[in-house]
């Protein structure tokens, strides 16, 4: 008796030490077990990159991110992006890689659309979202599909930033809005600010919001990061009740203890700026009841690995980051290998049967951004999204 006695307590006490998920469910860590290139993925945007069909059309871009259309299309919305043509090789340096010429268009942001069968199909016109007037620009992140007024919409998060120098060479963080598209036809309706950041003196401590979205419990969980000048950046979330991005006024910020109305107040979720923590764009998902979010790694490893970490709530706490994995990069000939991987994010509207679809940007490295663009022309490869599919499970240790 005593024995079993003994025993049942043990099992009691493993039971009460398995952390909690929302709802009060069981928590486990979940991880990368497993990943393989997505070449058909990947070729479809080269495919489409490619043609030299129209010439007001997108050749690259970077910041990928998508939503599902009610009618099954699927819209892409990028950042700063290339149209026009896509020249054959080989290129005047001489490489075997399509190239783009000096003057081919660069625009701030575009969007992409599919049929109904996966194929891109078109470019929307560009910018879809026009610049502010005050020297600043338009970022498009998460998106979702709403009610509005008796009708759907499409919401799409927007970071808007200035022109910087130093570490903001790529742009001041200044404020998160929120767009409104019409449907079917995408067409601008407006947009409204959602958090004015340009009131923090120190943009190394101002917070944009919406690199990732997690819809759990009634609820949008919209997450964030700060821009402060290290490699590792700290991970903010809010929320919204689900179907109400273009709600200003039901946003609520997590403070550390609860969710309060004062983005002011907001406390990091993860991170400590040195070891542990993000990058500016990063990507969170549901697997199993258990939040997994994806990054690139930091500190030595750079970009060119993506880590992640896992926790049974989106405020945390944080565990990892977990062993990391090296997505394949375009080669470069024989000059010596700068790419980068950056911003993972993942498609869940494109996963199914155990995988989970992630896209990563790629770029060049260089201190002088005119020597980068240079390369981005050169080599059409460079600054195209590349796609990986991952299978989730308990994580390996390191």
């Known amino acids: 008796m005593g024995a079993l006695l003994g025993a049942l307590l043990l099992v009691l006490v493993v039971i009460v030490a398995l952390p909690e998920r929302e709802g009060g469910a069981r928590c486990a860590g979940r991880g990368v ?62 490489q075997s890689h399509a190239w783009r010429t000096a003057d081919a268009p660069f625009v701030r942001n575009s969007g992409v659309v599919t049929d109904r069968s996966g194929r891109l199909e078109r470019t929307l016109p560009t910018p879809l979202f026009p610049d502010t007037g005050a020297g600043e620009w338009r970022w498009p992140v998460e998106a979702r599909v709403e009610e509005s007024g008796g009708e759907q919409v499409v919401r799409v998060l927007l970071w808007t930033r200035a022109k910087g120098t130093g570490p903001y060479v790529y742009g001041v963080p200044n404020a998160t809005e929120v767009a409104t598209l019409s449907l079917p036809d995408l067409r601008l309706r407006g947009i409204t600010q959602v958090l004015d950041q340009r009131q923090v003196r120190d943009p190394a401590r101002r917070v944009l919001y919406g690199t990732s979205a997690v819809d759990a419990g009634g ?119 700068r790419t980068a991987a950056y911003n993972p994010q993942a498609h869940p509207e494109l996963s199914g049967d155990g995988r989970l679809v992630v896209s990563y940007d790629v770029n060049w490295l260089d201190t002088a951004p005119a020597a980068a663009e240079a390369q981005l022309r050169r080599n059409v490869s460079l600054y195209r999204p590349r796609f990986v599919s991952l299978r989730l499970g308990p994580p390996p240790t390191r």
């Not at 043609?51 to 699927?74: E, M």
């Not at 309060?260 to 070891?275: H, K, Q, S, V």
């Open 219 to 337: 609820w949008t969980y919209v997450f964030g990061a700060d821009d402060g000048e290290k490699a590792v950046h700290r991970a903010y979330v809010a929320r919204v009740p689900a179907g109400r991005f273009g709600d200003v006024k039901a946003w609520r910020y997590w403070d550390g203890e609860g969710w309060g109305a004062r983005a002011a107040d907001a406390a990091p979720a993860l991170g400590d700026g040195e070891r542990r923590g993000v990058g500016t764009a990063f990507t969170v998902v549901r697997d199993a009841g258990t939040y997994v979010l994806l990054t690139t790694a930091a500190g030595a490893e750079g970009l060119k690995k993506v880590t992640s970490y896992w926790a049974c709530s989106p405020t945390g706490p944080w565990h990892g980051p977990a062993h990391a994995f090296t997505p394949p990069l375009p080669h470069d000939g024989a000059t010596p290998s």
């Open 33 to 94: 077990v497993s990943w393989a290139a997505d070449d058909a993925l990947t070729g479809e945007f080269a495919r489409y990159g490619d043609d030299a069909t129209r010439l007001d059309d997108w050749t690259g871009g970077d910041g990928t991110h998508s939503v599902r259309l009610p009618d099954g299309r699927l819209l892409w919305l990028f950042s700063d992006t290339y149209l026009g043509a896509v020249n054959r090789p080989p290129n005047p340096a001489g």
